[in-house]
């Protein structure tokens, strides 16, 4: 990990170069290098982000995540993330994310239409809680051609200036 020695048992392992960059708060966070034209775009917007990759399925190959599962058994998810940026935000700033972009006339149908050969996958996961009550997650994933992210970057940018 840029800047830090190694990590620790329970933090994800770069696949990716990455860059150490200061959030809103004062911390210092690595981000993937493609992600970070987005990520600080995202942050001048005021929409926090809680984790980011600019291609899952690389990650997910390259052991980059939380799982003991071997590369047969993540063999579909490896195909179905390849290629794929993923997101990770609070609920209300994804939602304030997608509102903005179902605005453009680009990224529009990519928000409204699950079949579009572009289009965003996103949900939040139900997950139980302490007292057995499943919850929805307060955080929302999104997923998305990874070849967009410039584009997206140009699309947030136009908003701010």
């Not at 990590?7 to 004062?26: N, Y």
């Not at 926090?48 to 690389?58: A, F, I, M, P, R």
């Not at 071997?70 to 997101?87: E, I, K, P």
Request: hydrophobic share 45%; aromatic share 6%.
């Amino acid at each position: 990990m840029a800047g830090r020695a190694d990590p620790m048992p329970d933090e994800l392992i770069p696949v990716h170069p990455t860059e150490p960059v200061t959030t809103p708060a004062g911390t210092v966070v690595d981000i993937d290098v493609e992600m970070i034209p987005v990520v600080r775009i995202l942050w001048r917007l005021g929409l926090s982000t809680v984790g980011c990759c600019h291609d899952l399925g690389e990650s997910l190959a390259g052991g980059g995540h939380r799982t003991s599962r071997n590369d047969h058994d993540r063999s579909r998810h490896l195909a179905f993330y390849a290629g794929v940026a993923w997101l990770k935000m609070p609920q209300d700033a994804a939602a304030r994310l997608v509102t903005i972009l179902a605005d453009d006339e680009t990224f529009g149908p990519r928000m409204t239409d699950w079949t579009h050969p572009d289009a965003w996958l996103s949900y939040a996961p139900l997950a139980p809680d302490k007292n057995g009550a499943v919850l929805l997650a307060d955080k929302v994933q999104l997923h998305f051609p990874r070849r967009q992210l410039p584009e997206l970057a140009r699309v947030l940018a136009a908003i701010i200036d």
